[in-house]
Structure formats: structure tokens, C-alpha cells
């Protein structure tokens, strides 16, 4: 009667191990490689759903915006809206699309002409590369809807319909 393996049993059972431990190893590596894909995917959608709530919210809530058209491929909207990122009451917004990067500006006082005067005081953000930015108004005048349209570097674009919640309707004709 035996006792103990072999050394030849023992040989095997390591070298079956080893393969375990291998296949184990590279699916965490794979799953790693996996996460940090997500991760960035996860972190890209966030930023482009974050600008189209910015946008939305900006639009929806302005008093008066004013699109000056400079190129085919891009605009300079002003608007003064309730909607503030860094927490001031109904600001000026200006959106600006130069050296091919859009950027937001927020001021306290209102925005009147482009390019913008040196006195100018505001805060910027960067809202990324793009290729094109553009705003449509409906031509309909008891509509204030407007179109956005932004094409980022990477194939990726923005397009979104709004409606001015704060729109001033123009007087009603009696009859």
C-alpha cells in the first residue's frame, strides 16, 4: 500500500496548476483592460451629457438670445438665463466658438458685441474641441425653439431642440 504521490504525479499536477493560474491571470487582465475601457467611455458620456443638460438648460431658461453668425461653420450666441454653473443670479452668457474649441462664458454683465471688449470681466469654461457650432431659431415668430448643433474632433455631435421656456410672445391682434 502507498502512502505518497510520485514525483511524476506531482510533476503533472503543477504543470496543471500552472495552466489554471494562467488563464486565471489573463482573464483579470483582460477584465482590467475592460474596466479602464468603461471607465473611460463611462467618463466621455458623462461629459457630453452633462453639456447637453448645460445647453438645455441655458436655452430653455434665457430671457433674450442673440445669434450672430460669423462663418458656415460657426456662431456667437449671447443670452442673458437663469441658469448658472457658477452660482450667480440670471448672468450673461455668452458662447464663443474660436481656434476651433467652444467655449462658455458667464459675466454679470451683459455681453454686446463680438469679439468682446477688453473691460469685459467673466468667467470661462472650455467645453471641448469641435468642429462645428451652430444655432438655428424657428422661424415661426410665436415659436422660440432652437436648434443646436455641435460636431466634436472625434465623430461625435450634439444636436438638440429646445424650446424657450421664457419666451416673450409677441401681442395678440384683436379683431
Do not use: W
Amino acid at each position: 500500500m502507498r502512502k505518497a504521490f510520485t514525483l511524476i504525479e506531482l510533476m503533472i499536477s503543477i504543470v496543471i496548476l500552472s495552466i489554471i493560474m494562467l488563464f486565471l491571470y489573463k482573464s483579470y487582465s483582460s477584465l482590467n483592460h475592460s474596466n479602464i475601457v468603461l471607465k473611460e467611455e463611462t467618463k466621455q458620456i458623462k461629459k457630453y451629457e452633462l453639456l447637453k443638460k448645460t445647453l438645455y438648460l441655458d436655452f430653455s431658461l434665457a430671457n433674450e438670445i442673440k445669434i450672430m453668425n460669423q462663418d458656415k461653420k460657426e456662431d456667437v450666441v449671447f443670452m442673458q438665463s437663469k441658469n448658472s454653473i457658477h452660482k450667480r443670479f440670471n448672468p450673461y452668457i455668452a458662447y464663443i466658438f474660436k481656434d476651433k474649441k467652444l467655449y462658455r462664458l458667464e459675466s454679470l454683465r451683459p455681453f454686446k458685441e463680438y469679439p468682446l471688449n477688453v473691460d469685459s470681466e467673466f468667467v470661462t469654461d472650455e467645453l471641448g474641441s469641435c468642429e462645428i457650432f451652430r444655432v438655428y431659431k424657428s422661424r415661426k415668430p410665436k415659436q422660440a425653439t432652437y436648434l443646436v448643433h455641435i460636431l466634436f474632433d472625434k465623430d461625435s455631435e450634439i444636436l438638440l431642440k429646445v424650446k424657450q421656456l421664457n419666451q416673450k410672445l409677441p401681442p395678440k391682434k384683436k379683431k
